[in-house]
């Protein structure tokens, strides 16, 4: 199976700043790597797919980038709704695997 | 709207069964794969299992194998988890989730999930 691995585990910011949160995966996925952003008591959402999709809806201050093996969730204006945990997903081979979770806490 | 709505979660002994359900709505069923992911209590995200669109192929994870069966019908726009020989470990929330497709220039194809259902808790205890 593939290994997605996230960090930091956890970070706290304020809001305005600038986030990034990396997943780095075991082997080449190209650039199959989607990234979901989850609440507490709710479903995941997704806000990147394909590495650097946004998805419809998704603030524009939500960015992706990365292939190969090296990936980047980057909130440019940290928002007071954008606090939550954040996963990567792989897509390029069964099974699909998640990274353990980027939960972005308040300063 | 897109929407897909779990049921079925429920408190069951160890050994027990349950079958969860999932009702899709606002997209043409019969057109997407689906899938089951799963939660555990404070935990991430863990894929279990897949389903074609016409049913023909299925997928398991290891951890559920053997005791989990999914399935859906078409005519009645739903998807269902049928899980026998529940264990404390399989606590959690449950998830159904569309795949979306999409072609890319290298023939690799990308997916995602989306939309995901709201969850249904399913809890293994005595």
């Known amino acids: 199976d593939i290994q997605m691995t996230q960090s930091p585990s956890s970070l706290a910011a304020s809001v305005g700043d600038r986030v990034t949160i990396t997943c780095r995966a075991s082997?080449?996925?190209?650039?199959?790597l989607n990234w979901y952003q989850q609440k507490p008591g709710k479903a995941p959402k997704l806000l990147i797919y394909?590495?650097?999709s946004l998805q419809s809806g998704v603030p524009s201050r939500f960015s992706g980038s990365g292939s190969g093996t090296d990936f980047t969730l980057t909130i440019s204006s940290l928002q007071p709704e954008d606090f939550a945990t954040y996963y990567c997903q792989q897509s390029y081979r069964t099974p699909r695997t998640f990274g353990h979770g980027t939960k972005v806490e308040i300063k | 709207e897109v929407q897909l709505v779990e049921s079925g979660g429920d408190l069951v002994q160890p050994g027990g069964s349950l079958r969860l359900s999932c009702a899709a709505s606002g997209f043409t069923f019969n057109h997407y794969k689906m899938h089951w992911v799963r939660q555990a209590p404070g935990k991430g995200l863990d894929w279990i299992s897949y389903i074609s669109s016409s049913g023909g192929t299925i997928d398991y994870a290891d951890s559920v194998k053997g005791r989990f069966t999914i399935s859906r019908d078409n005519t009645k726009k739903s998807l269902y988890l049928e899980m026998n020989s529940l264990r404390v470990e399989d606590t959690a929330v449950y998830y159904c989730?569309?795949?979306?497709?999409?072609?890319?220039?290298?023939?690799?194809?990308?997916?995602?999930?989306?939309?995901w259902g709201q969850g249904t808790l399913v809890t293994v205890s005595s």
């Open positions: 394909a590495a650097s």
């Open positions: 082997q080449s996925i190209s650039s199959s």
């Open positions: 989730a569309r795949i979306v497709e999409m072609a890319t220039n290298n023939g690799d194809g990308v997916n995602w999930f989306d939309p």
